[in-house]
């Protein structure tokens, strides 16, 4: 069964300070991963995508990696802001016989960014 | 303009009411979805549109209907609701249509729908 598990599930941290989220998946056939932000109540937004060739990508201060080969990805954040305090989702794209890419969501990670 | 907008932000319904949500985007995309987010839990997806034909069906209960009535909007109505079907309603949408792979999706801001 195709799963995303993020680790931790929620996660405070003070504010100016580094953290990483991680993210493991069973999803095949890859396409690609995306971190989405999500504020409560509102949409989430894509901070970043990788495809299977990609190793790293950087967006400001959020960092993301990918390791196909272990399936597993990690979303780095630096210098912590209040604004960051949000659930950070791992989304992996399933390539499906009819070409549309279903997205797996991961349960997300709750991160408190305190001051 | 890289937003995808949706109305109402928030609505309250009885379960023998009949209403509709809204989506719109501008951004000439193709492909526009719903999906569905209760508390603490990740989006389950419901419709994908592709070039304004319904394109997947995620077994939805046919008191959800969707509707696309051109290539920048998206409707979702609704009738005869349970009040587990309180949630919050996303729409998104992304460049191309089933065919292509990559696309990211653009997420409204959700529609909060609590039904008594």
Redesign the interface.
Known sequence: KNQVEQSPQSLIILEGKNCTLQCNYTVSPF??L?W?KQDT??????LT?M?FSENTKSNGRYTATLDADTKQSSLHITASQLSDSASY?CVV?E?KN??????V????T?LLVSP | DTEVTQTPKHLVMGMTNKKSLKCEQHMGHRAMYWYKQKAKKPPELMFVYSYEKLSINESVPSRFSPECPNSSLLNLHLHALQPEDSALYLCASSQRGREAGGDTQYFGPGTRLTVL
């Open positions: 396409s690609n995306r989405y109540g509102r949409g989430p937004v894509s995508i495809t989702i794209s390539r009819t070409g549309f890419q279903k997205l969501f991961g349960t997300g709750r």
